[in-house]
């Protein structure tokens, strides 16, 4: 028999999708595209779950898009700065380990085009943020919850509003699908293990969140044909993507 607390906890959940997409319909967000960067090229997806593996026959032409502090865990075979790198808004002001962490390893360092995901305060306040660690950027972008909602929709054709903590996608998969959208010929994945946990960057030894979404993700890539690829041997054996191995 279901008790009283578990049906109420039912109809708030209910409510909050109603609410979100809602709001989703009506905000009609515009989906996040880089084909100026990206279109045609091959796009390097960095990760920190927990290590990370420089692709075969490495081109100065590839793309390299990072999440959070991943140039950090990639730094023994990362030397170029990144074209583009994915920050979640928490890792600016946020007290909690991996926050800490993350501006800790990143200070001084700098990225190409930062994208901030779900940033909900000033432009203003961002820079003052950024700066309080000495990370740059040659340029800034936003990314709001609906906009990042709009692009997995079109990249998966399923539309997940992210209810809770534990069906969002990870970074390193919307990166993947911005990619995708944006026109790129090739998709690497490194450091993206949807069964790992921690970070290549820290020894705090994190849990991942976002095992089963990502998992169904790269299912979804395969499924529809994405030239979506892995670098990484245990990766390939678990998910079934295919390893990359040059060409």
Same mark, same amino acid.
């Given at each position: 028999?279901?008790? =009283?607390?578990?049906? @109420?906890?039912?109809?708030?959940?209910?409510?909050?999708?109603?609410?979100?997409? +809602?709001?989703?319909?009506?905000? +009609?967000? *515009?989906?996040?595209?880089?084909?100026?960067? $990206?279109?045609?090229?091959?796009?390097?997806?960095?990760?920190?779950?927990?290590?990370?593996?420089?692709?075969?026959?490495?081109?100065?032409?590839?793309?390299?898009?990072?999440?959070?502090?991943?140039?950090?865990?990639?730094?023994? &075979? $990362?030397?170029? #700065?990144?074209? =583009?790198?994915?920050?979640?808004?928490?890792?600016?002001?946020?007290?909690?380990?991996?926050?800490?962490?993350? *501006?800790?390893? /990143?200070?001084?360092?700098? #990225?190409?085009?930062?994208?901030?995901?779900? &940033?909900?305060? %000033?432009? %203003? *306040?961002?820079?003052?943020?950024?700066?309080?660690?000495?990370?740059?950027?040659?340029? /800034?972008?936003?990314?709001?919850?609906?906009? *990042? =909602?709009?692009?997995?929709?079109?990249? #998966?054709?399923?539309?997940? @509003?992210?209810?809770?903590?534990?069906?969002?996608?990870?970074?390193?998969?919307?990166?993947?699908? $911005?990619? $995708? =959208?944006?026109?790129?010929?090739?998709?690497?994945? #490194?450091?993206?293990?949807?069964?790992?946990?921690?970070?290549?960057?820290?020894?705090?030894?994190?849990?991942?969140?976002?095992?089963?979404?990502?998992?169904?993700?790269?299912?979804?890539?395969?499924?529809?044909?994405?030239?979506?690829?892995?670098?990484?041997?245990?990766?390939?054996?678990?998910?079934?993507?295919?390893? &990359?191995?040059?060409?």
């Amino acid at each position: 028999m279901v008790s =009283v607390a578990a049906r @109420l906890e039912d109809l708030a959940r209910a409510r909050r999708y109603l609410y979100r997409l +809602a709001k989703y319909r009506l905000t +009609a967000p *515009r989906i996040p595209d880089l084909g100026p960067v $990206l279109q045609g090229r091959t796009a390097v997806v960095v990760g920190s779950a927990p290590f990370s593996t420089r692709p075969a026959e490495w081109d100065a032409g590839f793309r390299v898009i990072t999440i959070n502090a991943s140039q950090i865990a990639a730094r023994n &075979w $990362l030397i170029e #700065t990144p074209d =583009v790198t994915l920050m979640q808004f928490n890792q600016i002001e946020g007290q909690n380990p991996n926050a800490l962490e993350v *501006r800790r390893v /990143l200070r001084g360092q700098s #990225t190409g085009l930062l994208y901030m995901l779900h &940033w909900r305060h %000033d432009l %203003d *306040r961002l820079k003052h943020g950024l700066i309080s660690f000495d990370y740059r950027y040659d340029q /800034l972008r936003l990314m709001s919850r609906y906009e *990042r =909602v709009a692009l997995m929709h079109k990249a #998966t054709g399923k539309l997940n @509003l992210e209810l809770e903590a534990d069906t969002k996608w990870s970074n390193g998969i919307v990166a993947a699908a $911005l990619s $995708l =959208v944006s026109g790129a010929e090739k998709v690497i994945l #490194t450091g993206i293990n949807p069964l790992s946990s921690g970070h290549g960057y820290n020894a705090i030894g994190l849990a991942r969140l976002h095992t089963g979404p990502d998992l169904e993700a790269m299912q979804l890539f395969a499924a529809r044909g994405y030239p979506v690829f892995t670098a990484d041997h245990p990766v390939a054996e678990a998910t079934g993507l295919p390893l &990359w191995t040059g060409g």
